[in-house]
């Protein structure tokens, strides 16, 4: 089976940078997205950027400029770097790998934009 760990969430301050990390492991086809969602309470997971095994990306555009999505295939690793974080980007942001039609999730990190 398929095991996701995220690290790199925290605290930080409005227009300060934060960096995610998510390292999947198992049965992974080398056509796959690796990706993030974030989710406050009471709201759906929303996608934030997507990446494929061959590197193009999606962001969502409340985010775009500011977040770079960006994977390591030899490790099975997705990295978000957070750059002029706003208070609107604190949420827990969850891993996603997408390979053969399923869907599996991280642990989700909690990422916290405040003065």
């Known amino acids: 089976q398929v095991q996701l760990v995220e690290s790199g969430g925290g605290l930080v301050q409005p227009g300060g940078s934060l960096g995610l990390s998510c390292a999947a492991s198992g049965n992974i086809f080398n056509d796959n997205f690796m990706g993030w969602f974030r989710q406050v309470p009471g709201n759906r997971r929303a996608l934030v950027a997507r990446i494929s095994s061959r590197g193009g990306a999606n962001y969502a555009d409340s985010v775009k400029g500011r977040f770079t999505i960006s994977r390591d295939n030899s490790k099975n690793t997705v990295y978000l770097q957070m750059n002029s974080l706003k208070p609107e980007d604190t949420a827990v942001y969850y891993c996603?790998?997408?390979?053969?039609?399923?869907?599996?999730w991280g642990q989700g990190t909690q990422v916290t934009v405040s003065s």
């Open positions: 996603r790998l997408e390979t053969s039609g399923y869907s599996y």
